[in-house]
């Protein structure tokens, strides 16, 4: 069975300053991997994912992923982050582009001014 | 494009109760998935519903069951409601097709007292 891994629960970083969240999958062969956002109480914002190709991904709002499979990890990064990306952050992978997700339990980002 | 859209917003069932939450996909999509968020954790994958058919069904109990329309809108219904199926229900859909990707709803809060 496939699973997800987010193993800091909450993140706290200053405005302006460089972001990265980890996520680690668990999946015997070639994942699908994603990076949802979601605000309080909201629905779930695809930021970015990954099929195949290229392992550097680029997404919305400044965000790029980097797919490294000997580490089994889909890292998101961000070089500048804004207030307004204070949200939760889920990582999820499919065996499929089409077939269920599976999620991490998330991170909490929280920006300082 | 309305995007997915879910009804109601948020509704109170009292336990032992049953309840139905309505999902309409986005326009172009077929596949209809449903997912569970407790609080404060990732969400879960309930089942997912193709060509008015359960292609897929995570592990929730046979309380949770749901049915596609021939326009590929989706019902999600739960049948003897307990204080733990509080959460935040969310719908997701997309295209069949290979390499595709899950847009998700707001969802639809709900609370059993």
């Known amino acids: 069975a496939q699973s997800v891994t987010q193993p800091d629960i909450h993140i706290t970083v200053s405005e302006g300053a460089s972001l990265e969240l980890r996520c680690n999958y668990s999946?015997?062969?070639?994942?699908?991997l994603f990076w949802y956002v979601q605000s309080p109480g909201q629905g779930l914002q695809l930021l970015l994912k990954y099929f195949s190709g290229d392992t550097l991904v680029q997404g919305i709002k400044g965000f790029e992923a980097e797919f490294k499979r000997s580490q089994s990890s889909f890292n998101l990064r961000k070089p500048s982050v804004h207030w307004s990306d204070a949200a939760e952050y889920f990582c999820a992978v499919s065996d499929t582009g089409r077939r269920a997700l599976t999620f991490g339990s998330g991170t909490r980002l929280q920006v300082q001014p | 494009d309305a995007g997915v859209t879910q009804s109601p917003t948020h509704l109170i069932k009292t336990r032992g109760q049953q309840v139905t939450l309505r999902c309409s996909p986005k326009?172009?999509?077929?596949?209809v998935s449903w997912y569970q968020q407790a609080l404060g954790q990732g969400p879960q994958f309930i089942f997912q519903?193709?060509?008015?058919?359960?292609?897929q069904r995570g592990n929730f109990p046979d309380r949770f069951s749901g049915h596609q329309f021939p326009n590929y809108s989706s019902e999600l219904n739960v049948n003897a409601l307990l204080l733990g199926d509080s959460a935040l229900y969310l719908c997701?859909?997309?295209?069949?097709?290979?390499?595709?990707?899950?847009?998700f709803g707001q969802g639809t809060r709900l609370t059993v007292v």
């Open positions: 999946y015997g062969a070639t994942p699908y």
């Open positions: 997701a859909s997309s295209f069949t097709g290979a390499n595709t990707e899950a847009f």
């Open positions: 326009s172009g999509h077929d596949t």
């Open positions: 519903y193709y060509e008015e058919e359960e292609r």
